[in-house]
């Protein structure tokens, strides 16, 4: 293919630009910028890294919270044509220091109040010539600020790139082992942005505005992308800890139209007071994903806040891009025939969706197998991980790792990780079903049920169960009670486990493999020899 033939995706940015120059493009407590400001940043900082020998390319980590820089880099990277590596700014040093390691970076951009995260980075990797602090650098080190400065005022030329050339190097969460790099592309990303428009929030225009309540490493920044392309503003939160009140604050003081989430935040918000406290009838489009989200937590979220709930599946080798289900195929009354309760919803535009068996045959309508998909939005692999990019895209379909069902309108039911699955009594039982009744117990607030070791029926399923504040004691027995008739008996947990909190990823979803440490640690389990 002719490389000129593809956008370069930094194009985005500097159309916006043109078009809305005064327009508020990011909003963080009292400060504000326009669409002209940070595009002046931008170039301004790509002919800053140019003079410094960075090119085409180059891998850029950098480790941040959400601020002006965090939402801006990764223009500067697409501009370039270098790859960008965001990072969690929860992580710890090691677990940054690995993945500056592996994705060969050459520079780190990086908060000041993280020395401790390029100390173990420059122990780790030989490669690291550059380090590039926002706020006050140490010495070696250049300052975010300065660089911009120094070549403020000058146009930036964008890279020539091909419908391959890698952008982004995105990272699974590493909730089954060793982070991986999914390399995402030009070609992939201008696909995604285009169908998250189309499908997760049609008609966005510069009117709009969108609120970022998580990391703009993964989701939230593919979600601030679509934002940039039609020139609606996004607001920070002042910091990062998460207020639900001031969200809603927010929320009404800047008429927030959409935002990206997960179902763990959505949940702590629609259970916050300030929620009936605050206007928020502006809200069009209350986009979660990375997990799915239980019917208890999804009727709670419809009956506060009215059709605004889109969710879709995916993950980060697709960028989100599986199945989407849309406001007006949620609904909090379930005999109502648009509730779809418990689907994650329909194909996204220009993807296909199939449930595959262990030799990569379709099972048949309503069977349980792997979710697949293959269309535009796919990958093109895991950087220097050729067997695992192998493994992940055999038979010429990603797979997702998780199972599921589609039925006979073609709609996706996702019945939990493949790795979640249990075997008792030689039956397979999927936990999140049982989660699903469990969660209808007006004193449960979260849960997580996981299969363990167990002499006599091989594996046996134990629930970790979070109450909610105003709950008294809750028994075994009622649990067990609350469950008959409502699933069948061997799917039940033999044991029940009652914590304060759920141990959670850097993005809010609960991590099973945490909590099965914890009880092992506990000694509440014991792994069978």
Same mark, same amino acid.
């Given at each position: 293919?002719?490389?000129?033939?593809?956008?370069?995706?930094?194009?985005?940015?500097?159309?916006?630009?043109?078009?809305?120059?005064?327009?508020?493009?990011?909003?963080?407590?009292?400060?504000?910028?326009?669409?002209?400001?940070?595009?002046?940043?931008?170039?301004?900082?790509?002919?800053?890294?140019?003079?410094?020998?960075?090119?085409?390319?180059?891998?850029?980590?950098?480790?941040?919270?959400?601020?002006?820089?965090?939402?801006?880099?990764?223009?500067?990277?697409? =501009?370039?044509?270098? *790859?960008?590596?965001?990072? @969690?700014?929860?992580?710890? !040093?090691?677990?940054?220091?690995?993945?500056?390691?592996?994705?060969?970076?050459?520079?780190?951009? *990086?908060?000041?109040?993280?020395?401790?995260?390029?100390?173990?980075?420059?122990?780790?990797?030989?490669?690291?010539?550059?380090?590039?602090?926002?706020?006050? /650098?140490?010495?070696?080190?250049?300052?975010?600020?300065?660089?911009?400065?120094?070549?403020?005022?000058?146009?930036?030329?964008?890279?020539?790139?091909?419908?391959?050339?890698?952008?982004?190097?995105?990272?699974?969460?590493?909730?089954?082992?060793?982070?991986?790099?999914?390399?995402?592309?030009?070609?992939?990303?201008?696909?995604?942005?285009?169908?998250?428009?189309?499908?997760?929030?049609?008609?966005?225009?510069?009117?709009?505005?969108?609120?970022?309540?998580?990391?703009?490493?993964?989701?939230?920044?593919?979600?601030?992308?679509?934002?940039?392309?039609?020139?609606?503003?996004?607001?920070?939160? /002042?910091?990062?800890?998460?207020?639900?009140?001031?969200?809603?604050?927010?929320?009404?003081?800047?008429?927030?139209?959409?935002?990206?989430?997960?179902?763990?935040?959505?949940?702590?918000?629609?259970?916050?007071?300030?929620?009936?406290?605050?206007?928020?009838?502006?809200?069009?489009?209350?986009?979660?994903?990375?997990?799915?989200?239980?019917?208890?937590?999804?009727?709670?979220?419809?009956?506060?806040?009215?059709?605004?709930? *889109?969710?879709?599946?995916?993950?980060?080798?697709?960028?989100?891009?599986?199945?989407?289900?849309?406001?007006?195929?949620?609904?909090?009354?379930?005999?109502?025939?648009?509730?779809?309760?418990?689907?994650?919803?329909?194909?996204?535009?220009?993807?296909?969706?199939?449930?595959?068996?262990?030799?990569?045959?379709?099972?048949?309508?309503?069977?349980?197998?792997?979710?697949?998909?293959?269309?535009?939005?796919?990958?093109?692999?895991?950087?220097?991980?050729?067997?695992?990019? =192998?493994?992940?895209?055999?038979?010429?379909?990603?797979?997702?790792?998780?199972?599921?069902?589609?039925?006979?309108?073609?709609?996706?039911?996702?019945?939990?990780?493949?790795?979640?699955?249990?075997?008792?009594?030689?039956? @397979?039982?999927?936990?999140?079903?049982?989660?699903?009744?469990?969660?209808?117990?007006?004193?449960?607030?979260?849960?997580?049920?996981?299969? *363990? !070791?167990?002499?006599?029926?091989?594996?046996?399923?134990?629930?970790?169960?979070?109450?909610?504040? @105003?709950?008294?004691?809750?028994?075994?027995?009622?649990?067990?009670?609350?469950?008959?008739?409502?699933?069948? =008996?061997?799917?039940?947990?033999?044991?029940?486990?009652?914590?304060?909190?759920?141990?959670?990823?850097?993005?809010?979803?609960?991590?099973?493999?945490?909590?099965?440490?914890?009880?092992?640690?506990?000694?509440?389990?014991?792994?069978?020899?």
């Amino acid at each position: 293919m002719n490389p000129a033939q593809v956008m370069n995706l930094g194009r985005l940015l500097t159309h916006t630009a043109k078009l809305y120059p005064h327009h508020t493009a990011l909003r963080q407590g009292e400060q504000v910028w326009t669409w002209s400001q940070v595009n002046a940043r931008v170039d301004a900082m790509v002919n800053a890294l140019r003079a410094l020998g960075i090119n085409k390319g180059d891998k850029i980590l950098m480790q941040s919270r959400n601020n002006l820089q965090m939402f801006e880099f990764c223009w500067v990277a697409f =501009k370039m044509g270098c *790859v960008w590596v965001p990072t @969690n700014f929860r992580l710890t !040093p090691n677990e940054v220091a690995y993945l500056g390691a592996s994705s060969d970076s050459i520079a780190i951009v *990086v908060e000041d109040i993280f020395a401790g995260h390029v100390d173990a980075l420059l122990a780790e990797s030989k490669l690291i010539r550059h380090v590039i602090t926002i706020g006050t /650098p140490r010495a070696g080190e250049l300052s975010y600020e300065d660089l911009i400065a120094a070549h403020l005022g000058e146009t930036a030329i964008d890279a020539t790139v091909a419908a391959d050339d890698p952008l982004w190097f995105f990272y699974t969460s590493g909730t089954t082992g060793k982070p991986k790099a999914g390399v995402l592309t030009h070609a992939q990303l201008a696909f995604v942005v285009t169908n998250h428009l189309a499908d997760l929030a049609p008609g966005t225009t510069e009117k709009d505005v969108s609120i970022v309540v998580a990391p703009l490493s993964h989701g939230a920044g593919v979600h601030a992308l679509l934002n940039v392309a039609r020139g609606a503003a996004s607001i920070l939160m /002042p910091s990062e800890r998460f207020d639900p009140e001031q969200f809603w604050q927010l929320v009404e003081q800047h008429r927030v139209t959409n935002l990206f989430t997960v179902p763990t935040i959505v949940k702590m918000l629609v259970e916050h007071p300030a929620v009936d406290q605050y206007d928020h009838s502006s809200l069009r489009y209350m986009i979660y994903a990375g997990a799915p989200m239980y019917r208890a937590d999804q009727k709670r979220a419809l009956q506060k806040l009215g059709k605004v709930l *889109v969710q879709y599946f995916g993950l980060g080798e697709v960028t989100g891009n599986i199945t989407v289900l849309p406001p007006d195929m949620h609904s909090a009354e379930d005999d109502d025939p648009n509730a779809n309760v418990g689907s994650c919803g329909r194909p996204r535009t220009g993807m296909e969706v199939a449930i595959l068996d262990t030799d990569c045959q379709p099972v048949a309508t309503g069977e349980i197998g792997e979710i697949c998909c293959r269309g535009p939005a796919v990958f093109v692999g895991y950087y220097g991980n050729e067997d695992a990019t =192998k493994k992940a895209l055999r038979g010429g379909w990603f797979h997702t790792g998780d199972l599921g069902k589609l039925d006979d309108r073609g709609l996706l039911y996702i019945t939990g990780r493949e790795s979640d699955m249990y075997i008792s009594g030689g039956s @397979n039982v999927y936990p999140k079903e049982v989660e699903e009744v469990l969660l209808t117990h007006p004193a449960v607030a979260e849960i997580a049920i996981l299969g *363990v !070791p167990d002499e006599k029926w091989g594996e046996i399923g134990v629930a970790v169960i979070v109450l909610r504040d @105003n709950a008294k004691d809750v028994t075994d027995a009622e649990l067990l009670a609350h469950l008959e008739d409502r699933c069948a =008996k061997y799917r039940w947990p033999r044991k029940f486990f009652f914590w304060d909190t759920m141990p959670k990823s850097g993005y809010g979803k609960i991590v099973k493999k945490d909590i099965k440490r914890l009880l092992l640690e506990r000694g509440e389990i014991v792994e069978l020899m």
